[in-house]
């Protein structure tokens, strides 16, 4: 009982379930239950003296009765699946050259990722097949129009690759860029050009002259020509320049080149029978063989778009190999991507007047890439 006091000392506060009376037994053996035989002393009573000391060996551990079942422990509840990968990157069973591909593939996938665009089911080649050069076929695309009108949108769509920047601000391309497109025996090249817009006098305005220089001096070096404008503006807010850089482009038939007129941004406009208003006010422009009614970014009436410049391609060497994505390009990507976000996050005249470099394009021996690039600005540029 000595022990028994000890133990309700120690534990004062009330339990929500009593302890079991095995737990007592086994742990504090003063002395046996009176109604269990088996637990006897081995010395009466009589001999030990109420002032001896006591001694516990005298009694035998009481062990557990047949009828209670012990519980039994739960099992790991992780996913050995898991748990196998851990132990398979702890163990290092798998080959530093393994590792090495494996980052090296990561890298390019998370950059693939970055600049690529979803791409319709049907529209992916299941195999790379292998065209012949006397096979092949080529086609030039030139995209002009006015300063966001959608040129870069619809070029990364029909390309299914960010190769162009893309910003709510106009003037966002400051060069000519190139897009590739290959499809079975045709390869299509588009190239997007700066926004270009017109003076009442018909001229291009002086200080967009060195920007849009290249896109004037090309025109005529396609074999299709592309004059897209924002749909949606031209019914709330038509402009006149606009409309005489349409005019001008679809004023007389190119004897060689074939031009198209494309309203592009028709998933703003909510009523759809005002796009055959403005179908019908450029109908009388001998200059245009056809008119789409696209959607740049949604993709809508790309596909027609697409399928026209498919049947216009002629028989020609490719100029670009389909399968390869060189290094110039992926670096020429980055500074498109770095320069979107740039004009996305820094306002008014201060992304135009910011000088973009790539410093340092390195591989590392883990397979990623380290890409270093420089933002010049002269404040003194400004203003």
């Not at 009589?46 to 739960?74: A, L, M, R, W």
């Not at 299914?160 to 079975?184: D, F, P, Q, Y």
Request: hydrophobic letters at 35%; one cysteine or more; charged letters at 30%.
């Amino acid at each position: 009982m000595k022990a028994l006091r000890a133990l309700r000392t120690l534990s004062s506060k009330p339990r929500k379930t009593p302890l079991n009376p095995t737990f007592f037994h086994r742990f504090y053996a003063a002395q046996p239950q009176e109604d269990d035989s088996s637990h006897t002393p081995s010395l009466s009573d009589s001999e030990n003296g109420s002032d001896s000391v006591f001694n516990s060996t005298h009694y035998d551990i009481p062990t557990i009765s047949s009828d209670s079942k012990p519980k039994i422990p739960q099992k790991p509840t992780w996913n050995t699946k898991y748990r196998s990968k851990a132990d398979e990157l702890i163990d290092q069973k798998k080959k530093p050259d393994d590792l090495i591909f494996k980052n090296s593939s990561l890298a390019k996938k998370l950059l693939e990722a970055a600049v690529c665009l979803p791409s319709d089911d049907e529209d992916e080649e299941d195999e790379e097949e292998v065209v012949k050069e006397e096979d092949q076929k080529a086609l030039s695309v030139g995209i002009i129009g006015a300063p966001n009108a959608g040129k870069s949108a619809l070029t990364n769509y029909m390309v299914g690759t960010k190769v162009a920047a893309v910003s709510r601000k106009t003037n966002t391309t400051t060069h000519e860029v190139l897009g590739v497109m290959t499809k079975g025996d045709t390869q299509i090249c588009f190239f997007d050009t700066p926004g270009i817009t017109l003076s009442n006098r018909g001229c291009p305005y002086k200080d967009f002259k060195v920007r849009v220089e290249s896109a004037w001096s090309s025109v005529n070096l396609y074999d299709v020509l592309i004059v897209i404008f924002d749909v949606h503006r031209h019914l709330t807010r038509p402009d006149a320049r606009v409309i005489g850089l349409i005019k001008r482009m679809g004023a007389e038939s190119h004897p060689i080149q074939k031009r198209v007129l494309c309203m592009n941004k028709i998933d703003l406009v909510e009523k759809k029978k005002d796009l055959l208003t403005v179908a019908e006010q450029f109908k009388d422009h001998p200059g245009y063989e056809r008119h789409f009614m696209i959607s740049g970014l949604m993709g809508s009436g790309v596909k027609d778009l697409t399928q026209y410049l498919m049947d216009q391609a002629v028989k020609g060497s490719w100029e670009e190999d389909p399968f390869i994505m060189t290094e110039e390009v992926m670096k020429n990507i980055s500074l498109e991507v770095v320069r979107e976000r740039l004009l996305d996050h820094v306002h008014q005249e201060i992304p135009y007047g910011i000088e973009h470099r790539l410093m340092d394009w390195k591989e590392l021996r883990d397979g990623s890439l380290r890409i270093e690039q420089h933002l010049c600005w002269n404040p003194t540029s400004v203003g």
